[in-house]
């Protein structure tokens, strides 16, 4: 069973135009929020975060909204650049307890900026 | 700072051989963790340490063995390997636990004939 899900695989949007990748979480557990980049060949690296006590985060081109009671988050990216194409992931975990779990991973969507 | 650092790149194995992948961290991080990666899904943790001498499962552990005798190591154990463990494999490190932002390694790509 999925806890964390990805639905769109992939996404195409115009250079300089608003990228929004979504996210949808079953477990009401999660209170931590993270967004992943990965490139062909590399590791996942880091983007940006949300906490459940937040409903925005930004820096700088990338913001991410929560909405608890959806259970949802976006990302957005504005405006998009061709280096924006990549896999996005979104993952989840329960910060408040303190443990190392680890994420959960939803499947990623691959972001494609057509120039 | 290499960060996290994964070997091999590439191998290829026989079913029913074994082999250890390698994973290094010099951010001196007490949390570190293996992931798999299987095509078109989401990365799933198979282990993970708190700190030198201690570690414990993740999602999806069978078939693996780990060991950490030193902050900076976190070697990943396959003994019998089959052709369900074909996958990418990526470690991380993280300096806090409870989901803080992990450090990926490049990832070590395994296939089993």
């Known amino acids: 069973d999925q806890q964390v899900k990805q639905n769109s695989p992939s996404l195409s949007v115009q250079e300089g135009r608003i990228s929004i990748l979504n996210c949808d979480y079953t477990n009401s557990m999660f209170d931590y929020f993270l967004w992943y980049k990965k490139y062909p060949a590399e590791g996942p690296t880091f983007l940006i975060s949300?906490?459940?006590?937040?409903d925005k985060n930004e820096d700088g081109r990338f913001t991410v909204f929560l909405n608890k009671s959806a259970k949802h988050l976006s990302l957005h990216i504005v405006p998009s650049q061709p280096g924006d194409s990549a896999v996005y992931f979104c993952a989840a975990s329960v910060y408040s307890g303190g443990g190392a779990d680890g994420l959960t991973f939803g499947k990623g969507t691959h972001l494609i900026i057509q120039p | 700072n290499a960060g996290v650092t994964q070997t091999p790149k590439f191998r290829i194995l026989k079913i029913g051989q074994s082999m250890t992948l390698q994973c290094t961290q010099d951010?001196?991080?007490?949390?570190m963790y293996w992931y798999r990666q299987d095509p078109g899904m989401g990365l799933k943790l198979i282990y993970y340490?708190?700190?030198?001498?201690?570690?414990d499962k993740g999602e999806v552990p069978n078939g693996y063995n780990v060991s950490r005798s030193t902050t900076e190591d976190f070697p990943l154990r396959l003994e019998l390997a089959a052709p369900s463990q074909t996958s990418v494999y990526f470690c991380?490190?993280?300096?806090?636990?409870?989901?803080?932002?992990?450090?990926f390694g490049p990832g070590t790509r395994l296939t089993v004939l």
């Open positions: 951010m001196n991080h007490n949390y």
């Open positions: 340490s708190v700190g030198a001498g201690i570690t």
């Open positions: 991380a490190s993280s300096s806090q636990g409870g989901g803080n932002e992990q450090f």
């Open positions: 949300i906490s459940s006590i937040k």
